[in-house]
């Protein structure tokens, strides 16, 4: 195919331009900055998700420690309880000695106990501290990657948008274009970066931005209008005299 309607080839720098524009716009949306902040939350709520489930874990390993320590508690103070009953019905005196002595091992046991239990309740009201922390993060993460997926899905809803319109501009701009023409251009987009026609202001090629020599140029000139002409340097398509 070498030649194509001169309104072809100026109408194919407009179909090009749109295509353009979609690029652009699927550039944009593919690497919308809203997408690296969502990916640094997800990230995010992640390691706090999992604080938060190992922060329960340990909540729950220290709580059922603190249930045997009571139980060990109730459990002498129990026994002291009933001994002390005993001592109380009376008995031989060697009997009330004995219990006595009892009596007083119970109570340094249960001292040391409480000691035990004390020191467990002081170590799961720091756990259940560090548990709401953690909980309170993850929902403040949660939220924001939240915010910023809202606020992504509203910014990719208007590239969307625009991305329709230039469609249905492209198409109306596409529409009645000589076919060779248009199927030499597509296959130069597909191998050229997605530019497959470019104008030609003086002796530069607007693809490539080089310059045509001397002989490119005598050639370009001689050519008839309608000629379809490839710049010597990029290979794409050259549409001489378009309008700025």
């Known amino acids: 195919m070498t030649t194509a309607p001169v309104a072809d080839q100026h109408r194919l720098l407009e179909v ?3 295509d353009t524009r979609l690029q652009q716009l699927d550039h944009a949306r593919r690497t919308h900055p809203t997408r690296a902040r969502i990916a640094e939350l997800e990230q995010q709520v992640g390691e706090a998700a999992e604080a938060l489930a190992a922060g329960r874990t340990t909540v729950g390993d220290v709580r059922r420690e603190l249930a045997k320590a009571e139980a060990d508690v109730e459990q002498v103070r129990t026994r002291a309880e009933r001994d002390q009953a005993r001592m109380q019905a009376g008995g031989s005196m060697k009997d009330v000695q004995a219990l006595s002595a009892e009596l007083d091992a119970l109570a340094k046991r249960t001292e040391a106990l409480e000691e035990i239990e004390l020191e467990v309740m ?3 009201e720091a756990e ?3 548990l709401a ?3 309170a993060t993850h929902e403040r993460l949660a939220a924001e990657l939240a915010s910023a997926q809202r606020e992504l899905d509203a910014a990719i809803a208007v590239l969307d948008d625009e991305a329709q319109q230039v469609t249905a501009q492209r198409a109306q701009k596409a529409d009645g274009l000589d076919s060779g023409l248009v199927a030499l251009y597509d296959r130069l987009r597909g191998q ?3 530019l497959g026609v470019a104008a030609l202001r ?3 090629c607007e693809g490539c931005r080089l310059e045509l020599n001397p002989s490119d140029v005598a ?4 050519a008839p209008d309608d000629q379809v002409l490839r710049c010597e340097e990029c290979g794409r398509i050259l549409v001489r005299g378009a309008a700025r």
Do not use: D, H, V
Request: proline share 0%.
């Open 192 to 194: 050229l970066g997605g």
């Open 16 to 18: 090009q331009a749109l």
């Open 219 to 222: 050639r370009i000139t001689a």
């Open 202 to 204: 003086g002796r530069t």
């Open 122 to 124: 002081e170590r799961l």
């Open 128 to 130: 259940e501290a560090t």
């Open 133 to 135: 922390e953690r909980g």
